[in-house]
């Protein structure tokens, strides 16, 4: 997608936004025509951009788990994006002042979107992990899905 300030940003978000609504749409569709079994989905951090239709389709089909980070995590992966960063769907957030390079504005107004998609994953969710949750020594698949039930109050 390019640095957020770059001409054909805008042009590249909407072309990824659209991809991961049809594909998000496909594989619910195919989920929907399908019988009972148990799947992990691993959305991208993006999937709130995708609509309240196929976020209540995602919300009715899977549980959505969502997975807090403390706010010293939460720090490191804003110093890790500031150091390395990756694609991302900034929605407008990306918003310079006058006299503020591409980096400066992106450092600032980064915190800023994380903490408004965390506001969306935390309403869209069923229930929420601890991101320490999943460093416990040992901890498996069944560890992790008892995690789950336990958060919604379902017996093992």
């Known amino acids: 997608m390019g640095w957020p300030d770059n001409p ?3 042009e590249r978000e909407a072309q990824y936004l659209e991809e991961e609504i049809h594909t998000l749409g496909e594989i619910l569709t195919g989920l929907e025509r399908e019988s009972e079994r148990p799947l992990v989905l691993d959305t991208t951090g993006s999937v709130i951009y995708t609509g309240n239709n196929l976020l209540l389709r995602l ?5 959505v788990v969502h997975l807090a980070a403390s706010a010293d ?9 500031l150091s390395d960063p990756k694609p991302v769907l900034w ?6 002042k006058r006299g503020e390079s591409a980096g400066e504005t992106v450092a600032r107004c980064y ?3 994380i903490a408004a998609r965390r506001q969306s994953y935390e309403a869209l969710a069923h229930c929420t992990l601890r991101v320490a949750e999943l460093r416990e ?3 498996d698949t069944t560890e992790f899905l008892a995690k789950i039930q336990k958060q919604l109050g379902q017996p093992r």
Request: aromatic share 10%; no cysteine.
């Open 59 to 63: 919300r009715r089909r899977m549980t």
């Open 137 to 139: 020594p040992g901890l």
């Open 73 to 81: 995590e939460q720090q490191l992966l804003i110093e890790r994006y």
């Open 91 to 96: 929605r407008g957030a990306f918003q310079p």
């Open 111 to 113: 915190p800023a979107l």
């Open 8 to 10: 054909k940003y805008a």
